[in-house]
């Protein structure tokens, strides 16, 4: 089973190592997936296991709290820090004890007895987990403070070690604040969807209900001004809904009966009467909020090496203290307290806290951006891909076209009435837009054709469908499978031609003996498709189309576009096979396509971009990243986010290194002091955590 604990301690990085090394060889556990903004941890273990695991927790000095689902997604726990008041009377005991020192104040009892209440006041908590950590051989940042503040005690730096420890639990509300600035940003995806909503019930009145307890298929009722508390499909009435939460789209969109309305999206004009299609935790804006969470659980390259770097750099710093403490004074190069107090100094140096925290902040940031502009990435590993792509590799119907083509010719080899008959019969079970668009043609113009029964109706991929009619096999497909069927006539061929020049797709009705007509539709390039494939090309990005259309309509519609190559007639296969000879030269290769139709493409590609028709399962599902407006525009701007994210990625860890570097010089030296040292140390983890959070912020 999966469970979701709330670790109101976790709140660094160390802890997260602390508690992994505990349950990692557990046999009852299989995987562990930490969510530090969150102070999450999913786990996957056996059923009965969870009380011992609980146990564990608390045995390293953390309180583990189950959460549900639900409660997972919208929690906003936070540990509790400090309380101000005795954080205020801590800072005002270790400031008297360094006024006494300053002024040489001949009280040397109260300069200790002042510096020693200040620690007890808040030191306590710090000395209990470092202690914890210690026995579990785990050097984290309270075991580092604990040692450093003991032993200057111990050698007499009583105020300082007073000031330090404030400093630190100064800095730790600071730090918890700052972070709580990105976990309140992931918050946000979830707009406050109202916790009432007027619904219909058994006796036909209308009553405010609580949204928990709407079942799906209710009839809800919404007012002009109202948010939408659940997905639904709209019955009656229709208005213009704001759903730039879910999608990213700037305008509201109309939405008319039989349109779908999303949980979270702002009703601006007109009363609407809908049937709610999900429940409050299957919502699409649920959805999304619970894939960016599932996301920070993914780390990112980069994430991956920086941890494995501070295992080695936290040990590292440590031996250099000790060394530090003994090696000088053996020499005769000094006095052992001044040696042993540089000691000290590098072993608050040497927690990784602001280096390990550089890049979860960051992921998380960008991928909060990402959701609020409509673009869901599964995970860092992808948003730090994105700038590597080389080629992008383009579907063509529904992707760089609206997907909405409509018949524009039709030329019939048979009886006229009974071609149309048996084209809309098969054309009428098939979802493909082509057929789609065929069938409606035909519709508009035989309205009283009486459609005769399809038998074994069966869809062949990248060709066509079939089906038994009347006794006998009937095919629509494109000129392939003609050509298969051995039916293409040179006369035939003419008439397509003429068609493909002018950028038609065509299928044609036929037995197996004879073509019976054929249709000609056009799809219409997105309004958005070549200023992205303009931006893409500025971005140093090669595009190129993978259709199942005929070679002379791909390339029609591929200069219109802009685009540089365009391969064609090609089955989902071909798709896959091209993807793979891109890979083989060395390039980076994305796949755009509708996350259904070109699964082996999308899947092969080094990253599959779906576009998700406003967030459908499938493409939820199966794509490494969705467009949830099938906006083309959006993936420019994803490329330029994780060019920002990688730039600030490097800068945190440049600047978390840098400053321990200055710092372990000036120890070395000599000329470092503690409360230094802690500025070093908790300055840091700020000034990466608030340089991540311009993430949040980022336009391109």
Partial sequence: MKSILLIEAMDCPTEERLIREQLETHPQVSALYFNLLERQLQIHHQAEALPAIIQIIQRLGMQAKPLTEHAAASSTATPSPTPTKTLIAAGGLALFAELLEWFAVDANWLVFASALASILLIGLPIVKKGWIALLNRHLNINALMSIAVTGALLIGHWPEAAMVTFLFALAEMIEARSLGRARDAVKSLLVMTPELAVSQQADGQWQATPVAQIAVGSLVRLKPGERVALDGIITQGQSAFDQSAITGESLPVEKKPHDTIFAGSLNTSQEVIYQTSAGSDDSLLAKIMHRVQEAQSSQAPMQRFVDKFSQVYTPSVVLIALLVAILPPLLGAGLWLDWVYNALVLLVIACPCALVISTPVAVVSALTRAARLGILIKGGVYLEQAKDLTHIAFDKTGTLTQGQPSLVGAEYFADTAHSQALALALTERSDHPVSQAIFTGLSSQSATVEKPTVDNFTALLGLGTQARIEQQTLYLGNVRLIQQLKLLTPELEQQVLSYEQQGCSLSLLATEQQVLALFAVRDQLRAETTASIKALKQLGIHSLMLSGDNQLTAQVIAEQAGIE????????????????????????????????????????????????????????????????????????????????????????????????????????????????????????????????????????
């Fill in 565 to 700: 190559q365009a391969l064609a007639p090609l089955l989902p296969e071909d798709k896959l096979t091209e993807i793979e000879r891109l890979q083989a030269q060395g390039y980076q290769v994305a796949m755009v396509g509708d996350g259904i139709n070109d699964a082996p493409a999308l899947a092969k590609a080094n990253m599959g971009i779906a576009m998700a028709a406003a967030g459908t399962d499938t493409a939820i599902e199966t794509a490494d990243i969705a467009l949830l407006d099938d906006d083309l525009q959006k993936i420019p701007q994803l490329i330029q986010l994780s060019q920002a994210t990688s730039a600030i990625l490097w800068q945190n860890i440049s600047l978390a290194l840098g400053l321990k570097l200055i710092f372990l010089l000036l120890a070395l030296t000599g000329h470092a002091t503690m409360w230094m040292a802690v500025f070093a140390d908790m300055g840091a983890s700020l000034l990466v955590t608030f340089n991540s959070l311009r993430l949040l912020r980022h336009n391109n």
